[in-house]
């Protein structure tokens, strides 16, 4: 008879470990969601400027990396981009986008040991008449980068990741300052 109580009593203290697992989840979620947390590119389509709701993307390269970020974000962010301006309640003009690079270090042979890669892109949003209705100030991102003559191809490639990168970050940091009101 003595194992038939302890069995109930570890059946009891289940279900009110879950309850209280559960109910810890609930609130911690619930405290994320009150204080703005957001996931990674999902700002929500109510946050970005109403006049945003059809958006047409003015870049140098309409095809290139960065367009396709940022058609990607915002129709992440409930936008729906369009291939033709005069359907735009929107433009989002891209005036800048320029990577590049220059020398922070170099060794006693006077080569470059180190690099520091710079990427900055400036946008502004205007409505179909060519109004400006935000101009926002340059986004700029940097990352310093080893260089070693041993591995050339290899630090091409590296290099081209941090510039990936560094785009990926500047995208997302133009549509939350988008949605700033």
């Known amino acids: 008879m003595n194992a038939s109580p302890a069995i109930r009593v570890r059946r009891h203290v289940r279900p009110r470990a879950r309850a209280a697992a559960a109910v810890l989840v609930a609130a911690l979620a619930l405290a994320l969601g009150g204080c703005g947390f957001h996931l990674r590119g999902s700002l929500g389509g109510d946050r970005l400027p109403p006049q945003m709701a059809v958006t047409y993307i003015r870049a140098p390269d309409p095809y290139g990396a960065l367009a396709v970020d940022l058609r990607r974000a915002l129709q992440a962010n409930g936008v729906r981009v369009t291939r033709k301006p005069a359907q735009a309640h929107a433009v989002l003009a891209v005036l800048q986008d320029s990577a590049g690079r220059r020398v922070l270090s170099v060794g006693p042979d006077g080569r470059p040991q180190e690099y520091e890669l710079i990427y900055t892109v400036r946008v502004e949003l205007l409505d179909p008449k060519g109004k400006v209705l935000r101009r926002l100030p340059p986004v700029e991102r940097t990352r310093d980068f080893l260089f070693d003559?041993?591995?050339?191809?290899?630090?091409?490639?590296?290099?081209?990741?941090?510039?990936?990168d560094m785009r990926r970050d500047i995208v997302q940091d133009i549509v939350r300052r988008l949605a700033l009101q």
Not at 152 to 161: A, F, H, P, S, Y
């Open 149 to 164: 003559e041993a591995a050339v191809l290899g630090m091409d490639r590296e290099q081209q990741i941090l510039f990936d």
